[in-house]
T-cell receptor, first 115, second 111 residues
Framework: EAQVTQNPRYLITVTGKKLTVTCSQNMNHEYMSWYRQDPGLGLRQIYYSMNVEVTDKGDVPEGYKVSRKEKRNFPLILESPSPNQTSLYFC??????????????FGEGSRLTVL | GQQLNQSPQSMFIQEGEDVSMNCTSSSIFNTWLWYKQDPGEGPVLLIALYKAGELTSNGRLTAQFGITRKDSFLNISASIPSDVGIYFCAGHPTNRNNLFFGTGTRLTVIP
């Protein structure tokens, strides 16, 4: 079954404790992206990757890192989480190469709480 | 970042009624997409539009890519309870890799 898988789905952590949210897709998609969803703000892009070893900042990259060592995986790293990073995070992937990526397939989301 | 104004923010409608929502941007877009998010899940693509003026249907859903390339609308006809959810518009500005999302329209259908 074609899917985007995120882990963990739920996480409560404390300020400053490094964490990684993994994302994996099984559709051989070139484009992958991370979004955060906050009430009243919709979905805001954190980072995206056009292909392996190619990543770029989205609208709200501060406090986050990503890597794309393999095509299927695109982990989101919070080196020193802070309470303002409490949010619902979505990973997404897309088949279409180049511009624009267009149609995205989303994971089920990871709800992160930073105390 | 890119501003996408989506309206209305929320709607409460009776089952069987038609629904209309729209999205406007401050710049020209190459692509408009409409997604639906059910509670506890990620957004799912409903309709994708790639040309100005394009009108596309998916069952009871119809969406249009505005002629000015700065707006799009989504209509849902004869709403049913499973239409409940949050609807997001999204689009690609020219010369940008990013897909920008609107703030969403929360739809409630009263049986």
């Amino acid at each position: 079954e074609a899917q985007v898988t995120q882990n963990p789905r739920y996480l409560i952590t404390v300020t400053g404790k490094k964490l990684t949210v993994t994302c994996s897709q099984n559709m051989n998609h070139e484009y992958m992206s991370w979004y955060r969803q906050d009430p009243g703000l919709g979905l805001r892009q954190i980072y995206y990757s056009m292909n392996v070893e190619v990543t770029d900042k989205g609208d709200v990259p501060e406090g986050y890192k990503v890597s794309r060592k393999e095509k299927r995986n695109f982990p989101l790293i919070l080196e020193s989480p802070s309470p303002n990073q409490t949010s619902l995070y979505f990973c997404a992937s897309s088949l279409r190469p180049g511009l624009p990526p267009g149609e995205l397939f989303f994971g089920e989301g990871s709800r992160l709480t930073v105390l | 970042g890119q501003q996408l104004n989506q309206s209305p923010q929320s709607m409460f409608i009776q089952e069987g009624e038609d629904v209309s929502m729209n999205c406007t941007s401050s710049s020209i877009f190459n692509t408009w997409l409409w997604y639906k998010q059910d509670p506890g899940e990620g957004p799912v693509l409903l309709i994708a539009l790639y040309k100005a003026g394009e009108l596309t249907s998916n069952g009871r859903l119809t969406a249009q890519f505005g002629i000015t390339r700065k707006d799009s609308f989504l209509n849902i006809s004869a709403s049913i309870p499973s239409d409940v959810g949050i609807y997001f518009c999204a689009g690609h500005p020219t010369n940008r890799n990013n897909l920008f999302f609107g703030t969403g329209t929360r739809l409630t259908v009263i049986p």
